[in-house]
């Protein structure tokens, strides 16, 4: 991103997606570190689209 390279859309946009895919795994299991897991996970999905909104 600091390069400007012109693959940084598609890896922030590729991140949220892995981050939101294993939040919504970790999601399913009732375990406080699935629980913890699985909002980091949304948290880092969000953030990952911002960038990609931004680049």
Do not use: N, P, Y
Request: net charge positive; with cysteine; hydrophobic share 35%.
């Amino acid at each position: 991103m600091a390069r400007g390279s012109s693959f940084a859309r598609d890896v922030c946009a590729l991140c949220a997606s892995i981050c939101e895919a294993c939040g919504q795994e970790c999601a399913k299991h009732s375990a406080d570190h699935c629980q913890a897991c699985a909002q980091m996970c949304r948290r880092c999905a969000e953030e990952c689209r911002r960038m990609s909104a931004t680049v």
